[in-house]
């Protein structure tokens, strides 16, 4: 069985950075593609960052200021990890987080990691 989980999130200051973290397990599969999307209270879930291939796809919002990347696709414990790495936050940018893999043909999302923005 496929699991998801994410890590990293918390509370930051306006500028400030963190670095979120997500791995599938359960799988011998390397996932085709992974993404960070995140909602914020009372918006829609949105695509923040993806990365499949050698390819990354980031929202208007936070180009030049978050970063993806992930785990070497020939390292089978970190081949489907992927990271976000989040500078110059700002308010607008808390929500929950959440890691989505596809392996295999099917969509794996992860729990949520609560990302908070505040002075």
């Known amino acids: 069985q496929v699991q998801v989980m994410e890590s990293g999130g918390g509370l930051v200051q306006p500028g400030g950075s963190l670095r979120l973290s997500c791995t599938a397990s359960?799988?011998?599969?390397?996932?085709?593609?992974m993404a960070w999307h995140r909602q914020a209270p009372g918006k829609e879930r949105e695509l923040v960052a993806g990365?499949?291939?050698?390819?990354?796809?980031?929202?208007?919002?936070v180009k030049g200021r978050f970063t993806i990347s992930r785990g070497n696709a020939r390292n089978p414990d970190a081949r489907n990890t992927i990271y976000l790495q989040m500078n110059n936050l700002k308010p607008e940018d808390t929500a929950v987080y959440y890691c989505?893999?596809?392996?295999?043909?099917?969509?794996?999302w992860g729990q949520g990691t609560q990302v908070t923005v505040s002075s």
């Open positions: 359960g799988t011998i599969h390397t996932a085709n593609a």
């Open positions: 990365i499949w291939g050698g390819a990354t796809k980031y929202a208007d919002s």
């Open positions: 989505k893999e596809i392996i295999y043909g099917r969509d794996y």
